[in-house]
């Protein structure tokens, strides 16, 4: 059996973007003389939405924006944070309180363009999520949650009026009175497998319909779907499978969770068992292609090796900043 890559602890712990050192400091988002203050002596952080940059004032970002700027320093990768006098002329409403840093300094996010800073690059949660400090991965993941919350909803869903930012970026007002709160949409990704150790024991990937392309990696991943009115997150594993692949589940196991705001899912991680003698019959809509793998293919595909998915392709898996490389890799390793 081909070794897998040495697992790290932090990524081993929770998934990727589950980490956080920063207090939020909910108590401070309505006290606005402090957080005027707070600006003063604030690590800003510049989030770059895409094309069409936008921010609490309204606009459409790229539906997957959200980059900003990083060093590499000694193998590791750390945020770039700038003075708040650095920062293009901004609205108080524009400024994003993400909370209170560990040595007691504010942190803010600015929805902005990215200077060109020498020694820096720009970069996005998919790029170095997985490798970002546990405070940074915290930062990023919410600046670029509650930015693009902001960019997506310039008016009220209720009225149409337009909207304005308050509450250090965590709520937006319209005329009419009307409050509206950050947008979190609930979604499961399961891990299906057939419940055997060792390198033979396998589990159940599928190809998203939507990933068509001339790469030449057909890259694979666990199954997901959003939640239901009225149904359990438990539920929707079952009904999910069951339409995507038109595969039996049982034993459905809740791992772990991390936002995912692309633009504002919370990843709910299950494991699930099916018996793989049952014929998998793809959904065209929503998945091109699934099939079975053994942990000697995952664990070689890891390592960097070349698996066939025919037609003169490889076998990708998903980046390591999702949740889903999260559920495969701690599978791979018999938990």
């Not at 546990?134 to 930062?139: E, K, L, M, S």
């Not at 304005?164 to 949409?185: I, K, L, S």
Request: glycine share 10%.
């Amino acid at each position: 059996m081909t070794a897998p890559p040495p697992a790290r602890s932090t990524v081993d712990a929770l998934p990727p973007l589950a980490r956080s050192h920063l207090d939020r400091a909910a108590h401070r988002r309505t006290d606005h003389a402090w957080l005027a203050k707070a600006w003063q002596r604030a690590r800003v952080l510049l989030v770059d939405l895409g094309p069409g940059q936008a921010g609490p004032g309204g606009g459409s970002p790229a539906a997957r924006g959200g980059r900003a700027l990083v060093r590499d320093a000694d193998g590791r990768v750390e945020l770039v944070f700038t003075d708040p006098e650095s920062v293009p002329p901004t609205e108080p409403s524009e400024r994003l309180f993400l909370g209170v840093d560990t040595d007691g300094t504010p942190v803010f996010a600015v929805p902005a363009p990215l200077p060109d800073l020498p020694g820096t690059r720009a970069a996005s949660l998919r790029d170095v999520g997985e490798l970002l400090s546990d405070r940074d991965a915290g930062i990023l993941t919410t600046a670029v949650a509650l930015g693009l919350w902001h960019a997506r909803y310039p008016y009220s869903p209720a009225n149409g009026l337009p909207t304005t930012a308050t509450d250090g970026g965590w709520m937006r007002v319209d005329e009419a009175g009307g409050q509206y709160w950050p947008r979190t949409d609930p979604a499961v990704i399961v891990l299906v497998h057939d419940g055997e150790p060792g390198p033979d024991g396998r589990c159940l990937l599928g190809r998203n319909a939507a990933w068509a392309g001339a790469s030449a990696v057909r890259r694979f991943s666990c199954l997901a779907g959003f939640v239901e009115a009225g149904e359990s997150a438990e539920q929707t594993v079952v009904r999910e499978v069951a339409e995507e692949v038109g595969v039996q589940v049982s034993r459905v196991r809740y791992v772990a969770s991390q936002a995912w705001p692309f633009p504002c899912s919370l990843m709910l991680g299950f494991t699930a068992y099916a018996d793989p003698r049952q014929p998998v019959r793809t959904d065209p809509q929503e998945i091109s292609e699934a099939r079975w793998f053994t942990r000697r293919e995952i664990a070689a595909v890891l390592a960097g090796e070349e698996v066939p998915a025919g037609d003169g392709k490889r076998v990708g898996l998903p980046m390591a900043a999702s949740i889903a490389h999260f559920l495969i890799r701690r599978w791979l390793q018999g938990d």
